[in-house]
């Protein structure tokens, strides 16, 4: 390889980044081994930011008595974030740590173009003035403390050079360099004046061939550039296939997704999910890796209320303590919190409600006292890492079970991660808990990374990264006319003046246009087949090539002779060999005294069996979310329990009418505020909405009583009345909310409804969506004059109901007027009818009638969240 026939054993060979160098010394190994070597001098080839770190640790080493602290990236962005924090402008700023590293980036670019931070150019604008205090204060604190940030090593590398304390290697290759800085330019310079010798290696030209192509938007052009990387790959597996994202940190998960499915696609050559023949290079935040995430969240345990979606990752996380041992149990708390509309909840209300899980509770308990014991303290850094730990450990972190691979390797750069933060001594003052605790996980979000995998032919990487590599197929997407180039995104710190005359990174559209051409131009050269492409749309906004590849020969889909591709799902359905089995019935019930449901198992099988058998007897259920206010079972419940509390102290018509308004208005007013208490006391904090929620009710409740005087003359003789019989072998317990006794002495049975809409038209038919009073009737039907539904809600309050006789009320109908919606001539005939249809449905369920059949497929299913249970609407998939 003609790169390395000119290096000598003295050769330095120094590269923009890591992989580039990784990816030489593979090739130099290769080189040697095709020579026939058995052994062979290991070439210098590294990164330039690694050589300039070595060189500075060397003089460190001589000079130890003179030697500056070298500051890490994560102390920096520290350091910026304390001066601005610490700043007059402090109060201004939103996004502190944000700002902070866009200062950072100022500072780096000011010291890589070789400006002063004293250059009047720096004066010329607001935001300059306030980054030029800002940059001042940091550079007084790293003189004053002997701290040497990361961008001003290069100043004193190339001092020291040329001062002869540091020398400078024999001959210097540079490759794969798009560009140099000011600063890198001087240190060559620096370099060169001691007798250096310096060599920028030009790749030699090669008869490639380069196309590009069009395609419809961003992800099938990410699918298509799979399917082409799998054929490359499937026809040569020993060749090294690139595949080039723009913004590849953004678009991570949507091109690991779509090339797990391409190369998983007919279980190709055996592979599973762990060993894909490709490798991607950006990684992602360490905060978002469970297992810590777990972490974090466990540290934050001392907030003083925990959202329950919080909580519920850590009830639900495997990184908590006999997660294993007490996961039934967990699920079942988190349950029951979401039932009682615990919206937030604080660690020791949850302690006494966990009385089930007892090694949660005996964690839980031996982390507050940990708490305890440090509540106040201010420490150093290194010690509240220590007790990081040890809280982590009191709480069962990560879990009883044993960590796969990947979770082993983000758990070690986890304590790698603290270790780094343990040394943040020498740059932070003592300080206590939870500003210890914000460093850290601001330091955990901003660590990115990426567990090790095998070693694989298909990469997938960014711009910069690709650039000079050396591939034997190559294939660049996204570059479209909006593109590539980017928009420039000068620094708002450097005044645009400045920026634009000494044509800084990002600074103009000019610069960006040169800077991408001569990228496009190293791509181009990366392999012997390269392949650029665009999508024509981005949602609804057309899109065109950029102008960079305009002059490049476009070729069709059809021209890469790729496979047609199936979703990994739609290859499994095609390759079944279906045994269908009607499996529609359920074992009958064997133990009828363990069935709970009420009338709810007759109303469930008339609206689907299949809803019925899944909720009362395998007891499936969504998992409530809870509101920050009342549910609307909450108010509904709430109602109930007002209009008990009113009748059982008024128990008469009469008794409502001798109240003067003002009497009637303090009654409403005490009973709802009871039944307030009652029902939502505990979950309910906030006294105003509570409030407001009283006066909403006492407003409805009100209108319903002046309605309740004009009906004629009733007595309540009983109320939330339970019923305990068996019907069709189903023991069922009947909850009437109210009895009303007319003059003739019978009975009127009445169902309170706080919805708007509550039709009559739901007590008949074969399959009746309201079942519960026509079972009363079929239980009582002797004194039972009629049953109604008492209809509060403002928008449409009233009764509505049927009765034998006319009782006075006109929304309550005679049966006779119901002729459309029953064929019963009296009300005998019509409870047993109601008794027949019944029966019929307490036989079915009995028997295990578990059909997934609704009666009105859309308004059933429509807020029934058991389809994934149930498959109603699964359809075949289709190729996509």
């Excluded at 770190?53 to 000079?63: C, E, I, P, T």
């Excluded at 060749?239 to 091109?255: A, K």
């Excluded at 960006?512 to 496009?520: A, G, V």
């Excluded at 665009?534 to 057309?542: P, S, V």
């Amino acid at each position: 390889m003609d790169l390395f026939d000119q290096l000598e054993q003295q050769s330095t060979l120094l590269t923009p980044n890591r992989r580039l160098s990784a990816s030489l010394l593979k090739k130099h190994h290769l080189w040697q081994s095709e020579l026939g070597k058995k052994c062979w001098p290991s070439l210098d080839i590294l990164p330039i930011t690694s050589w300039l770190q070595r060189l500075w640790k060397a003089l460190a080493a001589s000079q130890i008595d003179e030697a500056f602290l070298p500051l890490t990236s994560s102390q920096e962005q520290l350091l910026w974030e304390e001066i601005l924090r610490d700043s007059a402008e402090s109060d201004n700023l939103l996004q502190v740590s944000s700002t902070a590293q866009l200062a950072r980036s100022a500072w780096t670019t000011l010291k890589q173009w070789q400006v002063s931070i004293d250059d009047p150019e720096l004066r010329t604008t607001e935001d300059s003035m306030i980054f030029q205090r800002w940059a001042e204060r940091f550079q007084a604190l790293c003189e004053e403390k002997h701290w040497l940030d990361t961008s001003s090593l290069t100043d004193v590398v190339i001092e020291r050079i040329q001062t002869g304390e540091i020398e400078a290697p024999q001959h210097i290759l540079l490759y794969g360099f798009t560009e140099f800085s000011p600063q890198y330019q001087t240190l060559l310079s620096a370099c060169k004046d001691q007798g250096s010798h310096i060599t920028y290696y030009e790749p030699m030209e090669t008869n490639n061939t380069i196309h590009r192509m069009s395609l419809t938007d961003e992800e099938t052009e990410i699918r298509t550039m799979a399917r082409w990387a799998k054929k490359r790959w499937e026809d040569n597996p020993n060749h090294v296939i690139g595949c080039v994202f723009p913004r590849l940190e953004q678009m991570r998960e949507s091109v690991i997704q779509i090339f797990s499915a391409v190369f998983s696609e007919e279980n190709t050559l055996s592979l599973d999910h762990t060993t894909l023949p490709f490798n991607i290079s950006a990684g992602k935040s360490l905060a978002s890796y469970p297992v810590i995430h777990t972490a974090l969240q466990l540290l934050n345990l001392h907030t003083n209320k925990m959202p329950i979606e919080k909580l519920s990752g850590i009830l639900r996380s495997p990184f908590l303590g006999e997660a294993e041992k007490e996961m039934t149990k967990r699920a079942q708390l988190e349950n029951a919190l979401r039932n009682n509309n615990t919206s937030t909840i604080s660690l020791t209300k949850l302690i006494e409600h966990a009385a089930t899980c007892p090694a949660l509770v005996k964690r839980f308990n031996a982390y507050l006292d940990a708490r305890n014991e440090i509540h106040g303290q201010v420490l150093p850094i290194s010690k509240w890492v220590t007790i990081f730990i040890d809280l982590l450990n009191h709480l069962g972190w990560p879990g009883e079970r044993s960590l796969n691979s990947a979770e082993y390797q983000v758990v070690k750069s986890w304590f790698d991660l603290l270790k780094e933060y343990a040394g943040f001594d020498t740059v932070l003052a003592p300080i206590h808990f939870k500003r210890a605790l914000d460093y850290l996980t601001r330091l955990t979000i901003q660590k990115i990374f990426q567990p090790e995998s095998p070693e694989a032919n298909i990469q997938l990487l960014g711009m910069l990264e690709a650039a000079e590599l050396p591939f034997d197929h190559l294939w660049v997407m996204g570059l479209d006319d909006t593109a590539w180039p980017p928009f420039p995104k000068p620094n708002p710190f450097i005044p645009q003046r400045l920026q634009k005359t000494l044509n800084m990174p990002h600074a103009t559209a000019d610069r960006e246009l040169i800077y991408c051409k001569e990228l496009t131009t190293q791509l181009k050269r990366g392999a012997a087949n390269v392949l650029f492409s665009h999508a024509l749309k981005n949602d609804d906004a057309e899109l065109r090539p950029s102008p960079l590849i305009t002059d490049i020969t476009e070729i069709s889909v059809d021209q890469l002779h790729l496979s047609a591709f199936n979703t990994p799902d739609y290859c499994i359905y095609e390759s079944r060999d279906m045994e269908y089995l009607h499996d529609e019935i359920a074992p009958s019930v064997t133990a009828p005294d363990q069935i709970r449901g009420g009338t709810k198992i007759f109303k469930l099988q008339a609206a689907c069996p299949f809803k019925a058998f899944a909720e009362i007897r395998l007891h499936a259920k969504q998992v409530d979310a809870p509101t920050l206010g009342l549910r609307a079972t909450d108010r509904g419940s709430i109602l109930h329990k007002a209009l008990e509390m009113i009748w059982r102290e008024l128990q008469s018509q009469a008794a409502l009418l001798s109240l003067a308004q003002n009497e009637l208005k303090e009654l409403i007013q005490r009973c709802v505020d009871q039944a307030i208490f009652l029902i939502a006391g505990e979950s309910i904090e906030s006294l105003r909405y509570l409030a407001l929620e009283s006066m909403r009710l006492q407003s409805i409740m009100l209108d319903w009583l002046n309605q309740e005087k004009i009906r004629a003359d009733f007595k309540v003789v009983a109320l939330e009345q339970e019923v305990k019989t068996t019907f069709c072998q189903i023991p069922v317990t009947l909850r009437i909310d109210r009895i009303d006794e007319l003059n003739n002495g019978k009975k009127l049975i009445i169902d309170y409804k706080s919805g708007k809409n509550n039709p009559v038209k739901g007590w008949f038919g074969d399959r009746p969506d309201e079942p519960q009073l026509p079972l009363y009737c079929v239980i009582d039907p002797s004194e039972t004059i009629g049953i109604a539904f008492a209809q509060i809600n403002p928008e449409n309050m009233g009764f509505y109901g049927i009765s034998q006789l006319s009782i006075g009320i006109d929304s309550v109908k005679n049966l006779a007027e119901m002729d459309h919606y029953t064929d019963a001539v009296n009300w005998n005939d019509q409870v047993l009818a109601w008794q027949k249809t019944l029966e019929n449905l307490g036989d079915r369920f009995y028997q295990g009638d578990a059909r997934v059949d609704p009666k009105d497929p859309v308004e059933t299913c429509q807020y029934c969240k058991l389809q994934a249970l149930c498959r109603v609407n699964e359809t075949n998939p289709v190729p996509l």
